[in-house]
């Protein structure tokens, strides 16, 4: 029998890829020890107000710094402008973003760490928040969600399938964040009956 093909997905003005609903996933930390925050060629994607918010947020965060990421902020600031044109968080060596701290070899966002500790009222960028959906916005005032595949991200697809959690769901928090109680739950009713198909 051939796998349905689901099309394209509509919450407001929100477009959806349908594997957001149909894959799983469920962030492994004490297998992945937060790798996301240290790989790849470009920092977390960030919107001007994000980049404001940062850099308020800096003189409380700056001890947690590498001495090499506060170089690189010292020089070309909090973000830059990738090779596809969007604003990203600085990043040390080509890869690791400079809030990355440590914690016992783990890797942690010194933002998140020190909003946490009640010393900021920024999380982080909502891109790090929402990974690994990765959202785009169009000039006709629609935004695209696209379920983004990682190979560093293997343990937490594992551990989703063996919890049942769907992305939309391990991403409620956030989700709300951005687009309200009112929009999830639109998104849980239609995600219920895309559920019932696919099963």
């Given at each position: 029998?051939?796998?349905?093909?689901?099309?394209?997905l509509?919450?407001?003005?929100?477009?959806?890829?349908?594997?957001?609903?149909?894959e799983?996933?469920c962030?492994?930390y004490?297998?992945?020890?937060?790798?996301?925050?240290i790989?790849?060629?470009?920092?977390a994607?960030?919107t001007?107000?994000?980049?404001?918010?940062?850099?308020?947020?800096l003189?409380?965060?700056?001890?947690?710094?590498?001495?090499?990421?506060?170089?690189?902020?010292?020089?070309?600031?909090?973000?830059?402008?990738?090779?596809?044109?969007?604003?990203?968080?600085?990043?040390?060596?080509?890869?690791?973003?400079?809030f990355?701290?440590?914690?016992?070899?783990?890797?942690?966002?010194?933002?998140?760490?020190?909003?946490?500790?009640?010393?900021?009222?920024?999380?982080?960028?909502?891109?790090?928040?929402?990974?690994?959906?990765?959202?785009?916005?169009?000039?006709?005032?629609?935004?695209?969600?696209?379920?983004h595949?990682?190979?560093?991200?293997?343990?937490?697809?594992?551990?989703g399938?063996?919890l049942d959690?769907?992305v939309?769901?391990?991403?409620k928090?956030?989700?709300?964040?951005?687009?309200?109680?009112?929009?999830?739950?639109?998104?849980?009713?239609?995600?219920?009956?895309?559920?019932?198909?696919?099963?």
């Open positions: 029998m051939a796998e349905r093909i689901l099309p394209i509509q919450v407001g003005n929100v477009l959806l890829s349908p594997d957001i609903i149909t799983r996933f962030c492994d004490e297998k992945c020890k937060g790798v996301c925050c790989e790849g060629n470009a920092g994607p960030v001007l107000d994000e980049i404001g918010e940062i850099e308020e947020a003189d409380d965060v700056w001890h947690d710094l590498s001495p090499q990421a506060q170089a690189v902020i010292d020089c070309q600031g909090v973000a830059y402008t990738d090779q596809e044109g969007d604003l990203v968080t600085s990043i040390v060596n080509g890869k690791d973003c400079v990355t701290c440590y914690d016992n070899g783990n890797c942690l966002c010194a933002l998140e760490k020190a909003c946490r500790a009640g010393k900021t009222s920024f999380m982080k960028p909502i891109s790090c928040s929402l990974y690994p959906i990765r959202a785009k916005r169009f000039d006709n005032g629609m935004i695209g969600l696209n379920y595949q990682w190979d560093v991200c293997r343990d937490a697809v594992a551990l399938k063996r959690m769907p939309y769901q391990f991403l928090e956030p989700l709300i964040r951005c687009f309200g109680e009112e929009w999830f739950a639109e998104l849980e009713t239609l995600a219920h009956e895309i559920l019932q198909l696919h099963s």
